[in-house]
């Protein structure tokens, strides 16, 4: 994990990543972020994360737009994190994957 990124970090965000850490499963975090974003917001978040993972796996631009939706400055900004980001995807799409196989 690179370090944490000056612009965002601060009491009120840790805070906010606190409260995220306490959920318990996928309900809880629907109630949550229902609560916390719009929904316009968390389907741009739920877009961003699909277009990481199709990424990931080495999609190309044509498919990811073509599945997503997602316009190619999105698949461009995912794919600038993916590549030089904080490893924030790459680190809870493995997870995800992991947690998957497991079950």
């Known amino acids: 994990m690179t370090e944490m990124n000056p612009k965002i970090k601060n009491e009120n965000t840790d805070e906010l990543f606190k409260a995220i850490l306490t959920l318990k499963n996928i309900d809880e975090c629907y109630a949550f972020f229902d609560d916390l974003c719009t929904v316009p917001e968390i389907k741009a978040m739920a877009q961003r994360y699909a277009?990481?993972?199709?990424?990931?796996?080495?999609?190309?631009y044509n498919r990811i737009v073509d599945k997503t939706g997602a316009s190619t400055a999105t698949i461009s900004r995912v794919n600038r994190a993916l590549n030089y980001g904080s490893d924030g995807y790459v680190l809870t799409i493995n997870r995800v994957r992991d947690e998957g196989e497991n079950n």
């Not at 277009?51 to 190309?60: P, T």
């Open 51 to 60: 277009v990481a993972k199709m990424l990931n796996d080495g999609e190309i």
